[in-house]
């Protein structure tokens, strides 16, 4: 069985949600969160930040984690943790090559966008809960001590 790690960070600004539009054509034109894979070697909360940063353009300060999503297949174990962030000054521009879009939603256009729009339905899932106000305390994730 696989295991997938990601990252997705809902970037909150004004009682507003930043959503991103990527270009590879199997999701193009689908509205999704900032989210990535984990790398070798990187931390949860590097790899939302730099996820954000490459996604949005934002440079970010995490606030929370939203959720931890979980999804298990016979072949396939996917685990998204899912943090909450606000921007730190303007964007830079993101890379044409990799976003088509960039646009901050309200909580009332969140709430209209039809599903066709987002790219799966853990973005949906995502964005229910960032309407719920779900989260928690980044201190949830507590980095290991060094082994003896």
């Known amino acids: 069985m696989g295991l997938t790690v990601t990252c997705s960070v809902m970037l909150e600004q004004d009682d507003q949600l930043l959503l991103v539009q990527e270009t ?10 900032p989210a990535g894979h984990l790398d070798p070697g990187e931390t949860l909360l590097a790899c939302a930040v730099r996820e954000a940063r490459e996604e949005s353009g934002y440079i970010v300060k995490l606030t929370a984690l939203q959720a931890i999503y979980n999804e298990a297949t016979a072949e396939q174990q996917r685990i998204n943790f899912c943090f909450r962030a606000i921007p730190c000054g303007e964007a830079e521009p993101a890379d044409p090559a990799e976003i088509l879009s960039i646009r901050w939603f309200s909580k009332e256009e969140l709430q209209r966008l039809p599903d066709d729009q987002l790219r799966h339905a853990i973005a949906k899932q995502r964005i229910s809960d960032w309407l719920a106000g779900k989260c928690a305390p980044l201190e949830l994730l ?4 060094e082994w003896m």
């Open 142 to 145: 507590t980095p290991w001590a």
């Open 24 to 33: 590879a054509p199997e999701i193009y034109g689908k509205w999704n969160q």
